[in-house]
């Protein structure tokens, strides 16, 4: 298989890449923070002028037309810079879900807002008794005449006190952890029936805990079929946050390195002791584990078969959760003191590499997919 980019491919990681060493360091990032949404509206309307915001969408939707494999590119970058703007809550899981489950006009109405920038949405999946099961649905879904009503709580919801829009799964047939009777429904944040709390999350990033109480919505497709369409989102943006995943891991080691290298103990730089050098090429190989199975899972994210991509998928997830884990730690004992302040900034690499490995299901989660699946294939 050829994993070279091709000439469009490779002009899209040197424009991502050239943008965020160029928008995007440490000081940088720390200023964008501190604005009232906690991630930089002008950064978003960068996003939107390259055409990221409209990568993986039809030409005819406003987008580009890209797969994972474009995906992947610029969420490596990201995971380089350390990007705060709610790219994976919008356009990666927002508008996989209006692309895989909603109706033709839908579809024309809402991704073009996404690709301009005007559009936020927001992901709300996660329930306080469902831990990493997605079937596991206790919100209802009420039929009110052509709409819905919405009543539940959802929390964890990435970037959801600043969404125009929810994307809410909620159960309008069976019991809590029925496959069948899930449905996906849109709903407008600003409705009476939604209240939200945001804050921030410990890398860095925002989430909200929102509350639906009789909230109207619209049914994205079928209101009790949605969950394959779910299924295959996440699949779609777990291979997104393993390559997130290592553009952070290369920093860390990067960053590493050029510290053994000037960090000079008993009068010589700390990286000619052996033990060391062996201990960052162990992290190499952490690395690049890493990024071959990142390229596996961009690769099987478009499996048409379910079971067979979400084998791969969680192959993948297990091994980005190592490797973070090996990398960050060892990140961590090689700097010393400094790298757990707040103002060095591998620390908050390895705060987000945490937080990736929870996304969608820990390691321990998907080890038990794997080992109960019997093999990948």
């Not at 899930?182 to 921030?200: E, N, Q």
């Amino acid at each position: 298989m050829d994993f070279d980019l091709n000439d469009d491919q490779r002009l899209l990681k040197d424009s991502v890449d050239h943008l965020i060493s160029d928008r995007y360091d440490f000081e940088q990032r720390k200023k964008y923070a501190q604005g009232p949404d906690g991630w930089s509206r002008e950064m978003w309307a960068q996003y939107a002028e390259l055409g990221l915001l409209g990568l993986p969408f039809a030409e005819e939707h406003g987008g580009f037309g890209g797969g994972a494999e474009e995906t992947m590119i610029v969420m490596e970058a990201f995971g380089r810079g350390l990007v705060l703007e709610p790219y994976l809550a919008t356009v990666i899981l927002g508008g996989g879900l209006i692309r895989r489950a909603s109706s033709g006009p839908q579809q024309a109405d809402l991704l073009p807002q996404i690709a301009s920038g005007e559009l936020l949405l927001a992901f709300a999946q996660q329930e306080r008794s469902s831990r990493f099961n997605l079937a596991d649905v206790q919100t209802r879904a009420v039929a009110d005449g052509a709409g819905w009503r919405i009543t539940g709580e959802k929390g964890v919801v990435l970037h959801g006190d600043v969404a125009g829009k929810l994307l809410v799964t909620a159960r309008s047939a069976g019991g809590r952890t029925d496959r069948a009777g899930i449905g996906l429904f849109l709903v407008d944040a600003t409705d009476p029936g939604v209240t939200r709390r945001g804050y921030p999350t410990q890398d860095g990033l925002r989430a909200a805990e929102i509350s639906f109480n009789n909230a109207a919505a619209v049914a994205l497709g079928d209101p009790a079929g949605a969950i394959g369409a779910v299924e295959q989102v996440v699949h779609e943006a777990i291979a997104a946050i393993c390559a997130e995943g290592v553009g952070a891991m290369q920093c860390m080691h990067d960053i590493t390195v050029d510290y053994l290298k000037t960090r000079k103990q008993f009068g010589r730089p700390i990286g000619d002791f052996q033990v060391l050098q062996h201990r960052s090429v162990d992290m190499l190989v952490a690395l690049e584990q890493a990024r071959s199975m990142t390229m596996f899972a961009t690769v099987m994210s478009s499996e048409p078969d379910a079971a067979t991509r979400a084998r791969a998928l969680s192959a993948a997830k297990v091994q980005i959760g190592k490797s973070g884990r090996h990398i960050g730690q060892e990140t961590v004992q090689l700097h010393g003191g400094i790298a757990m302040t707040m103002e060095y900034k591998v620390g908050h690499y390895f705060k987000r590499m945490t937080m990736l490995e929870m996304l969608f299901g820990d390691t321990d989660h998907h080890l038990k997919l794997v080992s109960d699946a019997g093999s990948l294939f």
